[in-house]
């Protein structure tokens, strides 16, 4: 017999997925919130039999079940912990520990994709190009490479997942993985996912309105409260606003914190640490301790939204020849403009002592320091006219 703890997420249900194909009945399997897996562990060890094999994925135990599994595996017990989060690393002093942060071909792993290729290198499920598939999609998504590589089919298979019960997805990923010789979206999924594709922007655009700047430790982040597609939000987020080092995703409901960047500099898998936490480069979370409630929602209650750039203008637009001005909360006013080689920014006409090597980074620290936004037409006419004046006066 064997039993398999794992994640309720799409990575961690895939990995049920594999067990069910590779074991059939001959598994009980059981998904769990980060919280909720120490008292599955602390069950299995105090009920479950010597002759039942346990297979722990996409989540670690706590020091004291740390312990108590190396004593049930020292007495006869057979288990593995497969993960891929640097913070379990540490497992690896065991003999029952595999944890790999990056494949051979410098891939990040997942969870799947790990559990995948200890099966077929034990004999016990046989590779497919359908399941080959499927298992790269639950990869690309639960890294975060999805996005780089632009593969929607990544981000739809995480949509859909949330779409259905677990048991439903299941037992459609098992029915279409078991007959299918590639994976697929069937036509009902496809216009399901559409019609969830517009509701997405739609929130989105909503959220946007409310993102909050601040500043912690020596990051500037964006602050947004939300309860649904955090991944995507924080993606898109990350997009419009390149000037933030990531973006920290809210769900008081649930009392947890989301972290996704988009840029290499940042591991946000260090920020969810902070806050007892942990994850992936570019995706991590962490409870909503009361240090993460200070800093990143009773920090944020003050502030007013990130305004954004304006959208539709004729005249005042980004790098332009004559200048491109900006507004803050306070209604002062600054001018990005090229000087020789090099940009300079004005200060309610007053030149500011700094230069920069080209328009992005001039933006940058503009946005960063005084939280600016590009100001619409009328406002930069209205400039230029006060300026004029002002020379002819």
């Not at 069937?186 to 929130?203: F, G, H, P, S, V």
Request: glycine letters at 6%.
């Amino acid at each position: 017999m064997y039993k398999l703890l794992s994640h309720n997420d799409l990575d961690g249900v895939s990995c049920g997925i594999l067990a069910k194909l590779a074991f059939g009945k001959d598994v009980k399997v059981r998904y769990n919130s980060i919280s909720g897996l120490d008292r599955e562990v602390k069950w299995f060890l105090e009920h479950d039999n010597k002759e039942t094999f346990l297979f722990i994925t996409d989540l670690s135990v706590n020091e004291e079940n740390e312990k108590a599994l190396e004593a049930f595996h020292e007495d006869g017990g057979e288990l593995i912990l497969l993960d891929h989060h640097k913070t379990a690393l540490h497992f690896n002093e065991y003999e029952w520990g595999f944890v790999e942060v990056e494949n051979e071909r410098g891939q990040l792993n997942a969870a799947t994709s790990l559990l995948y290729e200890y099966l077929i290198g034990k004999d016990l499920l046989e590779r497919t190009d359908a399941l080959d598939e499927y298992v790269e999609l639950v990869r690309l998504y639960d890294t975060w490479e999805w996005e780089a590589a632009d593969n929607q089919h990544a981000r739809r298979l995480n949509a859909l997942f949330y779409l259905i019960s677990i048991e439903d997805f299941e037992n459609k990923m098992i029915t279409r993985l078991t007959a299918s010789e590639h994976f697929h979206f069937d036509e009902l999924e496809k216009e399901i996912l559409n019609l969830e594709d517009e509701k997405i922007l739609r929130y989105i655009r909503r959220k946007r309105r409310e993102l909050v700047q601040i500043g912690v430790a020596d990051r500037i982040l964006g602050v947004v409260h939300a309860e649904s597609y955090h991944s995507e939000l924080g993606n898109q987020l990350g997009k419009d606003c390149p000037h933030l080092d990531y973006i920290a995703i809210i769900n008081m409901g649930g009392r947890r914190a989301g972290f996704r960047t988009i840029h290499n500099h940042v591991d946000v898998s260090e920020v969810a640490a902070r806050y007892g936490g942990g994850g992936h480069a570019k995706a991590a979370g962490s409870p909503l301790t009361e240090e993460a409630y200070n800093e990143l929602v009773a920090g944020a209650f003050t502030r007013e939204p990130l305004r954004e750039d304006a959208r539709r203008n004729r005249y005042n637009l980004k790098e332009a020849e004559c200048g491109s001005l900006y507004k803050n909360q306070i209604e002062e006013r600054f001018l990005i403009h090229a000087v020789n080689d090099e940009w300079a920014i004005e200060k309610n006409g007053i030149p500011l002592e700094l230069v920069f090597a080209d328009f992005a980074a001039a933006e940058k620290f503009l946005k960063r320091t005084e939280e600016a936004w590009l100001a619409r037409d009328d406002d930069f006419v209205d400039y230029l006219a006060k300026l004029v004046e002002k020379h002819r006066g």
